[in-house]
T-cell receptor, first 108, second 114 residues
Framework: GIQVEQSPPDLILQEGANSTLRCNFS?????LQWFHQNPWGQLINLFY???GTKQNGRLSATTVATERYSLLYISSSQTTDSGVYFC??????????FGTGTSLTVIP | EAGVTQSPTHLIKTRGQQATLRCSPI?????VYWYQQALGLGLQFLLW???????NRGNFPPRFSGRQFPNYSSELNVNALELEDSALYLC?????????????FGEGTRLTIL
């Protein structure tokens, strides 16, 4: 069946550290997005990245569609990076399947 | 450009009542998606509307229903509310069905069932 798996489930970092979050998916992807959910519940678009590599400031993402995974890199982490990171995958163009998320805590 | 707007922000109901949640998509977007996020859990797909029609439905009972209006705004209705319906309900909009465009989310409606 369709699966979207994220790892690690929880991550605690010291401020300034780097991290890599992973999203594995079970089938060919039509679209893929990374989101950050803030403590108030809002989902913030980070990247729309069905393939290739993108960068936005301290964040970057890479999707290797042929190998069915995507990575989100966070460099020089800040306390404001804390929250839950979700990947969402659209396999057939009709709905997005969300992973279970990575809960990130950045401590000062 | 205004983002996706949802109302109300918070809603408190009792068991057995009915709840109506509203979503206005980004101007020009025709697709609206609804998701449920129960406390501590991931996002579960509820419904997808595009151009006024229901295109897909997640694994939820029929008491979860909705509609999309000619201006592409949408309502989610939940009948016979149960305690486990307490959750954050998120709406997202997207350009058109099968478009290679990202979803954009609203801030959600937090529904509490007493």
């Amino acid at each position: 069946g369709i699966q979207v798996e994220q790892s690690p489930p929880d991550l605690i970092l010291q401020e300034g550290a780097n991290s890599t979050l992973r999203c594995n998916f079970s089938d060919s992807v039509n679209n893929l997005q990374w989101f950050h959910q803030n403590p108030w519940g809002q989902l913030i678009n980070l990247f729309y990245i069905p393939s290739g590599t993108k960068q936005n400031g301290r964040l970057s993402a890479t999707t290797v569609a042929t190998e069915r995974y995507s990575l989100l890199y966070i460099s020089s982490s800040q306390t404001t990076d804390s929250g839950v990171y979700f990947c969402a995958v659209d396999f057939a163009g009709n709905q997005f399947y969300f992973g279970t998320g990575t809960s990130l805590t950045v401590i000062p | 450009e205004a983002g996706v707007t949802q109302s109300p922000t918070h809603l408190i109901k009792t068991r057995g009542q009915q709840a109506t949640l509203r979503c206005s998509p980004i101007s020009g977007h025709t697709s609206v998606y609804w998701y449920q996020q129960a406390l501590g859990l991931g996002l579960q797909f509820l419904l997808w509307y595009d151009e006024g029609e229901e295109r897909n439905r997640g694994n939820f009972p029929p008491r979860f229903s909705g509609r999309q209006f000619p201006n592409y705004s949408s309502e989610l209705n939940v009948n016979a509310l149960e305690l486990e319906d307490s959750a954050l309900y998120l709406c997202a909009s997207r350009g058109t069905k099968r478009s290679n465009q990202p979803q954009h989310f609203g801030e959600g409606t937090r529904l509490t069932i007493l």
